[in-house]
């Protein structure tokens, strides 16, 4: 696929009073400007943040001080509490943490996953009532909720209190519970709108504990460190691919170092099942590797597992429903595989992506708990706005991935009255459609796609932070940037460019190629994946290259090592000489 190169440009004046200030190299002050810190008091906290000094107060958010003296009054009465989790990677973390923390203060509390096929997503009629049935009193909803208004009011007349706990966008009309926390209220202040729903079952835990020391409940001695929920909630946090960034960076740099050193059997067991060993997690190990673990029970079982294992004091649990987590995931691997070449088939077949601005794509049969993954993997290979629809008994359930320029929740709502339901964020969303309307909702999404999206919209971008040279690049600048840690949504790994490339050596394997470049008199290792017959690095070219710079081990040594994002030929380029 041809991208665009992007290369920002930092203000110098910026990039030199951070470089005094703060005593970073130019490059780091660089993408530092160029990723909106401009100021030492911006600046300063990104790299270095506290739980203690960063993370706004747990009261500006709406909502809270309803919410803790609601459960407060439940944990004086001994009230039977259900946190009811989503079913998937930050519904059950955060369902998983807050029940911890109940049971941890002498709380009386179970949790609720709904299953995905069976029950679907959000709050359920026959689900409040069986509760109601077992005796629980109030109902805290954690990545979901915000669309319930009609089981909410349901929950009310059965006598069940309700805390909706959730960060999806809310609806024009509020579901009438005990307190809403959710920071896209219109009517709240809390500064960052970015948090996960573990996130925000984490907040609840630090406003409950908060409230609790304010009622002298724990003594002297302050009541539990919260910081050892933090392994559980950085799950949700990076696998659910929110922004990391403000509130979400803050947990996320200290929750990795708690995954890292936890003792909670079910993390054990989910490292051990995942091939982790011992020592420190990278949030590229969560997002590939623990995350989509924990989302597989979800998709292809029960996510009500998930909170069993990571709520257990039993190794020996922990261990069993780990590996059932593994298996659920090779099952979801192999299903995703089979859903995407059938729908690669249709697109391609069809032609649709290279006449259109949007892909709408259906069948009977697609397992639901793969179609998120199925339109992320065709957006990154078409990059075009994606529904992928599976269909069963006249009725079909569909995920949503957008490109940047289109709003899914925003785009879904121009197509709402031929859905039945729909929600979701800027850039993914679900819906439900009776199937005899799906060829109606291809066509207008189209119409939306079209009225949003130009054609440059339609080419893919890398965003370049620097060009450097070769002469500056070696393991001092790779160790650098790792202090830009943790990457992921909305701080991604720096993209670096040197031009007038020569590749003196490639060696091929398989699903990729090894090089050997240089520039000047100096000389680099580098490594691409996925490459085709028409990657230009052949032995002798000279090439213009994007990358990520890396530290590589290998027998004992380390080097700096260039892994190749996207090569062309340089316009200075003599012509490339075939091997041999």
Known sequence: MIR????????????????????????????????????????GPFLSSTLRDDLPSPFLMAGMDQAVERLSRSLETGELVCVWGDYDVDGTTGA??????????????????????????????????????????????????????????????????????????????????????????????FPDKGLSGAGLAFYLIVGLRAKLRELGKFGPRGGPDVRRYLDVVTLGTIADMVPLRGVNRVLARRGLTELGVSTRPGIQALKEVAGIGPGAV???????????RINAAGRMDAGLKVVAMLTTDSVEEARRIAGELDRNNRERREMEGRVLTEALDRIEGSGMARRQNSIVVGAEGWHPGVLGIVASRIVERFHRPTVVIGLSRGEGKGSARSIRGLHMVEALSRCGDLLEKFGGHEYAGGLTIKEEK???????????????????DLIPQLEVDARVDFSEIGLPMARELQRLQPFGVGNPEPLLMSGEVEVTGRRDFKGGARFKFRQGGRSLDGVCFGIGEE?????????????????????????????VVDARLSEKAAPPVSPG
């Not at 660089?30 to 030492?40: E, K």
């Open 4 to 43: 665009r190169w992007i290369l920002r440009e930092a203000a110098e004046d910026s990039v030199a009073r951070l470089c005094a200030s703060l005593g970073v190299p130019a490059l780091i002050a660089r993408i530092l400007v160029n990723r909106g810190f401009a100021d030492p008091e911006t600046a």
């Open 438 to 456: 799906l060829a109606a909702f291809a066509e207008r999404f189209e119409e939306v796609a079209q009225s949003r999206l130009t054609p440059e």
């Open 535 to 563: 990657f230009p690095a052949r032995q002798g070219a000279t090439l213009d290259l994007v990358y990520r710079l890396s530290e590589n081990q290998w027998n004992g040594a380390s080097s700096a090592e260039l892994r």
């Open 282 to 292: 990278g949030a590229g190990q969560v997002g590939f590797h623990l995350g989509p």
């Open 96 to 189: 998983s943490a807050l029940v911890s923390f109940l049971k941890e203060i002498g709380g009386n509390a179970v949790y609720y996953v709904p299953h995905r096929i069976d029950e679907g997503y959000g709050l359920n009629r026959d689900g409040l009532e069986r509760l109601r049935d077992q005796g629980v009193g109030l109902v805290v909803s954690v990545d979901c909720g915000i669309s319930n208004a009609e089981e909410v009011k349901w929950a009310r007349g059965l006598g069940l209190g309700v805390i909706v706990v959730d960060h999806h966008q809310p609806p024009p009309e509020l579901p009438p519970a005990v307190a809403i926390l959710n920071p896209h209220r219109a009517d709240c202040p």
